[in-house]
């Protein structure tokens, strides 16, 4: 593992009552013992997760990093501009902050010195990210903070001087439930001013022909992220699982307009959990529920703005609409309808 890093370039581990082995427990716990049986898509993002995802985000099915970078380059100057004079750059879920390179350069253009705090759960990914970004570009201030969102941003904008633009890129939102995503971003919305704004990457409705490859690639990468889950859970709660004995599936549920993936029981089998005592039965077929994909439609994304106290001040989009870059601002800062 990196060593953590000293200031200026400061990783903060979170403060938490709770361990994150006792957290994934009690998660788990609560997760297999529904109907149906469910795990976090939060608990993808261990150190082996995060490599995973990395892997997917260069799949040729994989068009959403593909399409988001295609947005960045064409538009990253005119997106920086919109921003008031060094603005703070503050992202969620950063990774390897490889897309946001796009947006870095084009804010260090502008404004030369410039603020970026990537904010990330995995530590070890967020630290290696971090010291290559210190590397490249002396220029930039760096401050990351390992830990769960809320936690990031709360330590963030409570010291922030200056303006701050969100960032939340990739189409993460979609793994939140349409309820989920607004009361999320109600909360991003009491925490920032009316000078902040919101850049958020959301991917939109299509069919299924497109969607479901993207989640189940033909090299398996996907099917191997998912499966981790069970490496996880032997590694860390003593479970017993066996990856011969499931399989991952993908659907696109048009209705709901979302991805579904699974982790699907091959056989009748009883699964023992050793660190917390437990033995979990799983009929042939049976499916663990682990992660939501939503995809919106362009007036889904004029509400869910709304719905959260902001308005879509600008939008972008790819050459061929897959997917879209959007700027919310708060609506106190919406312009005033002239009366006809």
Request: proline letters at 3%; glycine letters at 6%.
């Amino acid at each position: 593992m990196t060593e953590t890093l000293s200031s200026p370039q400061i990783i903060k581990a979170q403060d938490q009552f709770e361990s994150p082995t006792m957290a994934f427990a009690r998660d788990v716990l609560k997760g297999l013992n529904n109907t149906p049986k469910r795990l976090s898509s939060v608990y993808f993002y261990d150190e082996r997760g995060s490599q995973l995802f990395e892997e997917i985000c260069e799949l040729e099915e994989y068009y959403l990093t593909r399409k988001e970078t295609e947005i960045l380059q064409r538009s990253a100057a005119e997106i920086i501009s919109k921003l008031p004079l060094n603005t703070h750059l503050v992202e969620l879920g950063s990774g390897s902050s490889t897309k946001t390179r796009i947006l870095l350069e084009a804010a260090m253009a502008r404004f030369g010195t410039t603020q970026y705090s990537p904010i990330d759960v995995s530590a070890e990914i967020l630290t290696d990210t971090v010291n290559d970004l210190n590397h490249r570009y002396p220029q930039l201030q760096l401050e990351a903070v390992a830990g769960r969102y809320e936690f990031g941003m709360e330590y963030i904008l409570k010291n922030s001087t200056t303006s701050n633009c969100i960032m939340w890129l990739g189409s993460s939102i979609g793994n939140l439930t349409r309820v989920e995503a607004t009361q999320f971003l109600r909360e991003v919305r009491k925490n920032i001013s009316a000078q902040d704004s919101l850049l958020l990457g959301i991917d939109l409705r299509k069919g299924p022909e497109i969607l479901e490859p993207a989640y189940d690639d033909a090299r398996g990468v996907t099917a191997d992220f998912n499966l981790n889950l069970l490496d996880r859970l032997n590694n860390e709660l003593g479970g017993t699982f066996e990856r011969k004995n499931f399989h991952h599936q993908a659907i696109y549920n048009v209705e709901e307009g979302r991805i579904e993936m699974y982790l699907v029981s091959n056989i009748d089998q009883e699964v023992e959990i050793k660190n917390i005592g437990v033995s979990i039965s799983f009929k042939k077929d049976e499916k663990i529920l682990t992660e939501y994909s939503y995809k919106y439609s362009h007036n889904e994304i004029n509400a869910l703005a709304e719905a959260s106290g902001f308005f879509l001040e600008q939008q972008w989009l790819d050459d061929k609409g897959w997917f879209s870059l959007n700027c919310f601002k708060t609506q106190n800062n919406a312009p005033e309808l002239r009366a006809l």
